[in-house]
């Protein structure tokens, strides 16, 4: 059982699209994160969100963290070939050490 | 800055045989973690370290997993004796900080492939 979900686990857009990834949880989180994993790599960090609501832009990419801390999403403007890869959410749950991932949303943008 | 270095970056083994993985991690990060990545399982988390001190090992899968970290520079991830279900990229993870922001920096991984 996966204490985070992510959604989709798939998705295949054209280039100057917008999308949206989902990441979901019955557990309430510290804080989240977001990271990119292409082919060959670890994860990179893109984001760390801490307070309910909490929104961060980082050029194209817009994170929001929920305001119940159980839930996030990423989504992206304007989509380019140099988005396609691995998104992976992990957070912090309340009251616990670990850092949990989600299984990850595989992104594929076509020129 | 270097970033998390591992070693090496592929292995190829026989059952049975023992495997050792090998990080170092960044310059000054107090915390030090190992996972594994499949594409069932997605990015487990094994083991990790405060100041060279294992703080929870609960999903080093079995005994025949073990880890160790000598120093603040270096530690490594050692199987013994391996399996073909072992296969699975391993990757290493240091951090500074602990509570709520957690940034994990990670090495490029270790790809094992058990025959």
């Known amino acids: 059982t996966q204490l985070l979900e992510q959604s989709p686990q798939f998705l295949s857009i054209q280039e100057g699209e917008n999308l949206t990834v989902y990441c979901n949880s019955s557990s309430v989180f510290s804080s989240l994160q977001w990271y990119r994993q292409e082919p060959g790599e670890g994860p990179v960090l893109l984001v760390t969100v801490v307070t309910g609501g909490e929104v961060k832009k980082l050029k194209r990419l817009t994170f929001q963290f929920g305001d119940a801390r159980k839930d996030s999403s990423l989504h992206i403007t304007a989509a380019q070939p140099g988005d396609t890869g691995l998104y992976l959410c992990a957070g912090i749950i309340q009251g616990a050490q670990k850092l949990v991932f989600g299984q990850g949303t595989r992104l594929t943008i076509n020129p | 800055d270097a970033g998390v270095i591992q070693s090496p970056r592929h292995e190829v083994t026989e059952m049975g045989q023992e495997v050792t993985l090998r990080c170092k991690p960044i310059?000054?990060?107090?915390?030090l973690f190992w996972y594994r990545q499949t594409m069932m399982r997605g990015l487990e988390l094994l083991i990790y370290?405060?100041?060279?001190?294992?703080?929870?090992d609960s999903g080093m899968p079995e005994d025949r997993f073990s880890a160790k970290m000598p120093n603040a520079s270096f530690s490594t991830l050692k199987i013994q004796p391996s399996e073909p279900r072992d296969s699975a990229v391993y990757f290493c993870a240091s951090s500074s900080k602990y509570g709520l922001k957690n940034e994990q920096y990670f090495g490029p991984g270790t790809r094992l492939t058990v025959t």
């Open positions: 310059s000054g990060h107090d915390y």
């Open positions: 370290f405060n100041n060279n001190v294992p703080i929870d």
